[in-house]
């Protein structure tokens, strides 16, 4: 995973914690929901990107190139 995805990644974590706690004080259950599809969206995004590096590192070793 890229330097660049982890940030982004971590950018819509906190953008989604922020949205789900604003929801939260405000009542709004609307924000709320939004702000756990943003950190449900960034986890499945992580964990894709943990897939795709495994998969490198899995090819890196049976050609050689590790």
Same mark, same amino acid.
């Given at each position: 995973? #890229?330097? $660049? =995805?982890? *940030?982004?990644?971590?950018? @819509? @974590? *906190?953008?989604?914690?922020? /949205? ?5 004080? %405000? !009542? +709004?259950? +609307? &924000?709320?929901?939004?702000? $756990?599809? =943003? $950190?449900?969206?960034?986890? &499945?995004?992580? #964990?894709?990107?943990?897939? /795709? +590096?495994?998969?490198? @590192?899995?090819? !890196?070793? &049976? %050609?050689? +190139?590790?």
């Amino acid at each position: 995973m #890229g330097i $660049q =995805d982890k *940030f982004e990644n971590k950018a @819509e @974590e *906190f953008k989604g914690r922020a /949205k789900e706690a604003a929801g939260a004080a %405000t !009542g +709004d259950e +609307d &924000l709320k929901n939004e702000g $756990q599809g =943003d $950190q449900a969206s960034s986890a &499945l995004k992580k #964990g894709a990107e943990k897939v /795709k +590096d495994k998969a490198n @590192e899995i090819a !890196g070793k &049976l %050609t050689g +190139d590790d």
